[in-house]
């Protein structure tokens, strides 16, 4: 390949100052020097990198969208690129190379399966779960379920950093001293790698791991790398983890040109897994391109001066009008006063519902609901920003578990009489709902209906629950034909599931879902967008459980001493995680295809990983401790950085660590607002107790709400 004299790009840039921008301009001159429109093969794609799943998405569209504007200044034909994440690279290379890595590694030759966090926890446990039982596995003041996080997010944390997992109770030695519990994480590491590895088990840890020591150093990989494309771009590099930075340099090596954007002051998934710093040492190969900032933001003119009075809150500034205060005692009145305040602005005319955000350190239940309930009631919508709840928090989903612990036996003891009545008023609902009704109006069986048939017709039995005919309600003619025959066929399915499972007709719990949902749900095609999102997710999450358990039982037969595969057992670990609230919907896609003009509700980190910009944005719980500590670092992540010294970790370090988030936050969510800031604050949290945040100073220097009314109205 003849390498190819194009400089390469280090955009440079603060927040909003169109790096991602540039790097499409980029991408488009690329494309036109590499392209031939005159050769009959196809050209070798450009390798396209972004920090986030989303990002990736919008970072496609646009450069989808520039290759079919036909300008002067873009290609005269589509130019292929591979769009991904740094995660997603590696997972995908470690799958695609796999064979490499068995022949290298003398691991078992099975087809490598991905575990989810959620499940990668769960297999954890039970494989540590002697070491958590015996007090080997540790921590004083933490449950055993973040003891196993805390050692697992370890594992990831190391490899990002390239890191050898032998390697970790030296650095956590190092960081905090000595104690014999970082030998045991050690160990218990080793065994979770080696259990995976021979069951083809992947986990975003080990994906990594195996990556930057054994794949990208394999000449046969790094011959077919050079070959597979062109260019590489990357948007947010400060976002990458230091594993980045060996790919980055592979491909500088080779001469294929190479763009990347930078904001030496974002640094959101630093702590997380990310290594700005280390990924900084690129500039030194690259053209260096510095954008200014945008001038439309309230940053370009207090950015730097709140930062500085964050730093040193005793002095009293003088706030600027632009950036206001809301202030009550109790909570409850600051969500219901900071509500009134975005009804007013929009129903005079001052600012459009897409215009406002509500920006917390962390948006519990109770302030969602809150803000949902008293903005919906006024016409105002909410969209909260990446919400999950728990699976089981919907309707659909407490069925579809319900028709499995009827269906497979020896499960009667999970099911209650309202679960039954549920699954009754939810299946008897007609196909396609009125959305001006409620839904409790138009199913067939009422609440009270489905009450007095669940008292009559329902059989409890541990092994085998039933439903009887109808005739067992002596009464039954008083519910009406449409309940009657709605309860009929619900009940002859789920008695023809029974059979078919004691036949073993029903090949996997899967398929008695999807029979299921097929039936009662037209495939759930009618459904909102965020029940037909829970829907998907939970079918994705069932289908990845039982491809699991499949995987860890065909291991196990092969040994005289492996467990006895039982359905039943398996469908009630399912039900059980479910019902634990592990489980969240957050399927993929993460957004509607259209979208609404609706408030923003949003945790801080939410905001700034979305890249969002609004004209108000409302700073709730300014005054809390959350804004500095609510976000903090994974448990040893700071020792994982490159640019670690390898001195102790004390705690001055600590509170360094969270006073450099919080003036990025601060510096961050400044710029990407246009006209206000409102700070909400109450002097009394949730629990009673008095806030006295890091931005409190800022709080009672700002211009209290009221003075302005007073003034309009005087």
């Not at 292929?80 to 997972?91: A, V």
């Not at 640094?267 to 510095?290: F, Y």
């Not at 092969?558 to 592990?582: A, C, E, K, W, Y």
Request: aromatic content about 8%; overall charge negative; glycine content about 8%.
């Amino acid at each position: 390949m003849t390498p190819l004299v194009f400089p390469n790009q280090w955009i440079l840039g603060g927040t909003r100052s169109g790096k991602t921008q540039r790097l499409v301009e980029q991408f488009g001159t690329l494309a036109q020097v590499l392209g031939d429109p005159q050769s009959e093969l196809p050209p070798q794609p450009m390798l396209v990198f972004a920090a986030t799943g989303d990002n990736r998405i919008h970072l496609a569209e646009q450069l989808a969208n520039l290759l079919g504007e036909g300008r002067s200044d873009t290609p005269p034909f589509p130019y292929p690129f591979d769009s991904t994440t740094p995660l997603g690279f590696f997972q995908d290379e470690v799958i695609l190379f796999y064979p490499l890595l068995v022949e290298q590694l003398g691991i078992p030759a099975r087809f490598p399966l991905r575990l989810r966090p959620e499940t990668e926890q769960e297999l954890a446990t039970r494989l540590w779960q002697p070491d958590l039982e015996s007090g080997r596995l540790k921590m004083e003041g933490v449950s055993d379920y973040f003891v196993v996080r805390r050692s697992l997010d370890l594992f990831q944390l190391a490899a990002f950093g390239t890191i050898p997992l032998e390697n970790i109770p030296g650095v956590l030695e190092d960081g905090f001293g000595s104690s014999p519990l970082w030998d045991v994480i050690g160990e218990v590491l080793q065994r979770w790698r080696e259990w995976c590895l021979e069951r083809g088990l992947l986990t975003y840890g080990l994906v990594t791991d195996l990556y930057w020591r054994y794949l990208l150093p394999h000449p046969g990989y790094q011959e077919r790398l050079r070959q597979r494309y062109r260019a590489v771009l990357a948007d947010d590099v400060d976002e990458y983890p230091a594993i980045a930075l060996q790919l980055f340099n592979f491909f500088l090596d080779q001469d294929l040109p190479g763009v990347f954007t930078f904001n030496p002051n974002r640094a959101i998934r630093r702590g997380l897994g990310a290594d700005p710093q280390a990924l900084a040492s690129l500039q030194e190969r690259c053209q260096v391109l510095t954008l200014p900032s945008p001038s439309d933001s309230l940053g370009v003119a207090w950015a730097e001066t709140l930062v500085g009075w964050v730093r040193e809150p005793v002095l009293l500034p003088a706030m600027p009008e632009t950036i206001r205060s809301i202030q009550t005692v109790s909570r409850a009145q600051l969500l219901r006063r900071t509500a009134e305040v975005v009804i007013e602005g929009i129903q005079s005319g001052q600012v459009e519902s897409q215009e406002v955000a509500i920006i917390g350190p962390g948006l519990d239940a109770i302030a969602r609901y809150t803000l949902r309930e008293i903005l919906s009631r006024q016409g105002v919508a909410v969209e909260a920003l990446n919400e999950q709840e728990p699976l089981v928090g919907y309707p659909t989903v407490r069925v579809l578990l319900t028709i499995m612990a009827m269906v497979y036996p020896g499960l009667g003891g999970m099911l209650e009489m309202g679960a039954i009545a549920e699954l009754l008023i939810i299946l008897s609902q007609p196909a396609l709902l009125d959305p001006q009704t409620s839904t409790l109006e138009q199913s067939h069986i009422d609440p009270v209906r489905a009450g007095l048939l669940v008292d009559h017709c329902f059989v409890p039995d541990l092994e085998r629950p039933t439903l009887l005919p109808i005739t067992a309600f002596p009464r039954w003619d008083r519910l009406g034909y449409r309940a009657a025959d709605a309860y009929e066929q619900i009940r002859q399915w789920i008695s023809d599931q029974q059979l078919q499972q004691q036949q073993r007709l029903i090949p996997s719990p899967v398929t008695l879902l999807d029979r299921a949902i097929q039936r009662f749900l037209l495939g759930g095609s009618h459904l909102a967008y965020d029940r037909l999102a829970a829907l998907r997710e939970f079918m994705e999450t069932a289908q990845h459980y039982w491809e699991v358990d499949s995987r860890l039982f065909q291991v196990e037969a092969s040994n005289p001493q492996g467990r006895r595969r039982d359905m039943s057992t398996s469908v009630g670990h399912f039900i059980t995680l479910l019902r634990n609230g592990t489980l969240t919907a957050d399927p993929y896609p993460a957004r509607p295809i259209t979208e609404r003009k609706a408030v923003t509700l949003a945790t801080i980190y939410q905001y700034r990983a979305a890249r969002l910009f609004h004209r108000w944005q409302f700073w709730l719980d300014a005054g809390s401790p959350l804004w500095l500590t609510g976000n903090s670092d994974l448990f040893g992540a700071p020792l994982m950085l490159q640019e670690w010294s390898g001195r102790p970790w004390t705690t001055a370090d600590v509170l360094e660590a969270d006073q450099q988030r919080l003036e990025r936050q601060v510096r961050d969510l400044l710029h990407r607002t246009g006209d206000r800031v409102y700070l909400c604050h109450s002097d009394l949290a949730t629990t009673g107790q008095e806030q006295t945040g890091p931005l409190l100073t800022l709080v009672n220097a700002a211009r209290p709400l009221e003075e302005y009314s007073h003034e309009v109205r005087g």
